[in-house]
Structures are given as structure tokens and as C-alpha cells.
């Protein structure tokens, strides 16, 4: 059976993060280092050294592991996804890397006593239904199409998976879903089709993630809910003003140079 801690008035001064050697991770770290004691977790060694912080090699698909280094956490932000060259890995690569692991982390939470899980999804987690209206909150329908299939279905399991545990353990968790992200050398850029028709913008810059991650670690009100991390635009496909009401999110970096239609 599983202890449950009292985490109700713990503030938060010691956060795990894991997938610590990826793109998005090194903003995540930027914007937390200084402000909380950082453990940075990885299945590989980091490619650079972070003044101030500790780093435990460790893999999320054991759940041994990753209970350890969830000892003595206040909050773990979980970062870990199949991004680089997704295209042609097996569905059971997403399921083992991204949804078990997800669950164990959920699972180390729990026995560890850490009081909040801030997961990184994607918008990619409920793609908006033909019927949807546009821009597209949180919990309006979705439907799952061929193309990314196993990352989308990920990290909605993902999601699933964080909704239980604070259902059944009072862990309190958020979602950040963020837009495509900015920079990482996966994606071209933002380009404005010829001809606008309905909000098209998805894309988001890092540091604006990273503001998202923090406002969802300090809220000491939200204790479960899914926030979309896209660029603050008229023609933002996702809608971000929710983030904005509950977390206190404000995206900094919104593309100025590329007409957005608010006119």
C-alpha cells in the first residue's frame, strides 16, 4: 500500500527534472536555476555543466531509478519524449519510453511524498476535431488522425496517466502542452500560409515554455488542469488565455514581425 504523505502546506524548494539533456530542458533549467535546488536527471550524461545544480544519471523506464532520485523532491517537472527522428521508431518504443515511463514517475511521486507533477505534454495530445472551433481549448473535442499517432497518443496517455494519480493520491498535477516548439532544429519556422482562413499559429518559443513550467510550479491554487504553451497571438491555433487566468502565463516571444490579423 502507498504512504500519502501530507504535501497540503510544503512549499516548493527542491525540483527533479528529468530529460534533462534535451533541447527544451536546457530553458526549463535557465529559467528554475537560482530560484530552487536542481536535480537533473538524464538517461545519458549532460552535454554541458550547470553551476549550482545535481545531476544523477538515471532511466525512467526503471522504476527503481526513478523512485530513487524522486527522494527528498518537492516537485518533479518530467520532460522525457521521443522527438528526434520519431518518424520511424515502433509503437512500442512511445508506449515503454513515454507512457510507462511517464507512470513511473507518477508512481515515485506518490511513494516519495513529492507534492506536484508538472508534466510536458504537447498540443499534439488532443488534436482538434473537424467540428472543434477554433482557437482551440483545452477540453474541446479531439480526434486522433494517422499522422504522429504514437507521440500523440503518448502523451494524452500521459496525461491520463497524471489525471488518475491525482484522483487516487491528491498528487497535485499539470499539464503544459506546449505549440511546436521553436529552435530545435526539427522544424522549419513559422511561415504565413497565402491565404488565412482560421488560426493557424502553433508554433512557441522555448523561453515562453519555460515561463509556462514555472507559473505552474508556483500556483499554490491550481491543483490538477492541462494549459496550452503557444505564442500570445490573435491567430494562435491553441488557446493561451486560460494558461494566462490560471498560471499567470504571458508569452514574450510572439513572432511581432508576422501579422497576426488583430487589427
Not at 538517461?43 to 526513478?66: C, M, P, W, Y
Not at 474541446?140 to 507521440?151: H, K
Not at 489525471?163 to 526539427?186: F, K, M, N, S, T
Request: proline share 6%; net charge negative.
Amino acid at each position: 500500500m502507498l504512504n500519502r504523505p501530507d504535501r497540503t502546506a510544503r512549499k516548493i524548494k527542491k525540483i527533479l527534472i528529468t530529460g534533462a539533456n534535451g533541447y527544451l530542458a536546457q530553458f526549463v533549467i535557465d529559467r528554475l536555476c537560482g530560484a530552487y535546488e536542481l536535480t537533473l536527471t538524464d538517461i545519458v550524461e549532460l552535454d554541458r555543466t550547470v553551476s549550482g545544480t545535481t545531476f544523477i544519471k538515471a532511466d525512467v523506464t526503471n522504476a527503481a531509478e526513478i523512485e530513487a532520485v524522486c527522494a527528498d523532491q518537492d516537485a518533479v517537472v518530467h520532460l522525457v519524449a521521443l522527438v528526434r527522428g520519431r518518424s520511424d521508431k515502433p509503437a512500442s518504443l512511445f508506449a515503454d519510453v513515454m507512457v510507462k515511463g511517464t507512470w513511473n514517475v507518477a508512481e515515485a511521486c506518490v511513494k516519495q511524498g513529492v507534492k506536484k507533477l508538472v508534466n510536458i505534454s504537447s498540443i499534439s495530445a488532443c488534436p482538434p476535431a473537424p467540428s472543434a472551433r477554433l482557437p482551440y481549448e483545452v477540453d474541446d473535442a479531439f480526434q486522433f488522425g494517422p499522422g504522429d499517432l504514437y507521440y500523440a497518443l503518448a502523451k494524452y496517455l500521459g496525461e491520463r496517466i497524471g489525471a488518475a494519480y491525482h484522483q487516487a493520491y491528491g498528487l497535485d498535477v499539470i499539464h503544459v502542452r506546449p505549440g511546436v516548439i521553436e529552435g530545435d532544429g526539427q522544424n522549419p519556422g513559422p511561415a504565413a500560409p497565402e491565404v488565412v482562413t482560421d488560426p493557424w499559429f502553433v508554433y512557441v518559443d522555448p523561453r515562453d515554455v519555460a515561463q509556462c513550467v514555472a507559473r505552474a510550479i508556483e500556483t499554490e491554487t491550481v491543483k490538477y488542469g492541462a494549459y496550452n504553451a503557444v505564442a500570445g497571438r490573435a491567430d494562435s491555433r491553441f488557446a493561451w488565455r486560460q494558461a494566462a487566468d490560471d498560471l499567470g502565463y504571458s508569452p514574450a516571444h510572439n513572432w511581432p514581425e508576422i501579422p497576426d490579423g488583430d487589427t
